[in-house]
């Protein structure tokens, strides 16, 4: 099988603000990829995300949800490809001090891949095809959102860091992508490792570590493509810190179901995908992940 397509399911894991919780950044400082179209050369288009936390600590609840709207491209020349994400993020947060909303442009992130592996073996009557492939790289995710938070205000937390749309720091990322095509099947593993700087106001998200692997198969009906995906995502976070000290309770994990179909019509596609927890420890089980949804228009060429 000659035809390499990306059908990457990367972090299909959102998060979203909480009320004075220290461990988010989730509106503001979640990267994702998410499920890549079917493309030869490059694609474009318009992707929208839905997530939603809750927190309860006894005394204080919130309930916040996050809508992000991002245009998103993707191009390969050679044996390299790049992509860009560029998303618009509103929060709305409902918690025993009101509603609370905020929108804005988030930050851009640039990435790039290098293949370093593309093997190939044709099929035949008896043996199904195989493609293997292996992408490394790495890319910036800069702040171009709006980040200033009124430290002064007598009710600031350091979760008021998650309540606006940028992070207000430059960010790197390190990837390594691995696609295994057997015929129709395919199994798609990600990890990646974001650093996180510090920014203007001396708060520091704390390092992230990503961990996918998916399972797809493609079928047809007529023109249509149909290419069904499950699979589990995994993603660590680190100690958060401000003013160079640790923020108690920062760190914590989210283990979580993907499930989704991307449909693929000659250059035009659809996809749909969702995630729900599986296991989590979130700020000492205070906060919780519910759910998480999304939808993509793409054009591929």
């Not at 073996?121 to 293997?132: C, H, L, M, Q």
């Not at 640790?246 to 996809?271: C, D, F, H, R």
Request: net charge positive; glycine share 12%; proline share 2%.
């Amino acid at each position: 099988m000659k035809r390499l397509f990306l059908s990457l399911i990367f972090l299909i894991f959102s998060c979203s603000v909480i009320f004075g919780c220290p461990w988010c950044g989730c509106g503001n400082s979640n990267f994702q990829i998410g499920v890549l179209p079917t493309f030869s050369n490059a694609f474009f288009g318009v992707r929208y995300t839905y997530s939603h936390f809750k927190t309860d600590s006894g005394s204080q609840f919130s309930r916040d949800y996050i809508h992000s709207t991002e245009i998103w491209g993707g191009y390969k020349f050679g044996k390299f490809q790049a992509m860009v994400f560029i998303p618009y993020i509103s929060i709305h947060k409902l918690s025993d001090d009101g509603d609370i909303n905020t929108s804005g442009l988030g930050d851009i992130t640039l990435l790039g891949n290098y293949q370093i592996l593309s093997k190939t073996t044709n099929g035949s009557e008896d043996k199904k095809s195989i493609s293997n492939t292996i992408w490394i790289g790495g890319g910036i995710k800069f702040h171009t959102g709006q980040n200033i938070v009124n430290v002064n205000d007598p009710g600031f937390t350091v979760g008021d860091f998650s309540s606006v749309p940028g992070t207000g720091s430059t960010d790197y990322i390190l990837n390594f992508i691995h696609n295994l095509i057997v015929g129709n099947n395919g199994i798609v593993t990600n990890v990646a490792y974001r650093i996180n700087t510090v920014n203007a106001q001396q708060f520091q998200y704390g390092n992230r570590v990503y961990a996918t692997a998916s399972y797809f198969h493609s079928f047809s009906a007529g023109m249509l493509v149909i290419r069904p995906t499950l699979g589990l995502n995994l993603v660590v976070n680190g100690t958060n810190n401000y003013q160079g000290q640790e923020v108690s309770g920062s760190s914590g994990y989210i283990l979580n179901w993907m499930a989704g179909v991307n449909l693929q019509k000659g250059k035009m596609g659809i996809l749909v995908n969702g995630g729900l927890p599986v296991a989590q420890d979130l700020y000492h089980g205070i906060t919780q992940f519910k759910e998480r949804a999304s939808l993509a228009l793409t054009y591929s060429f």
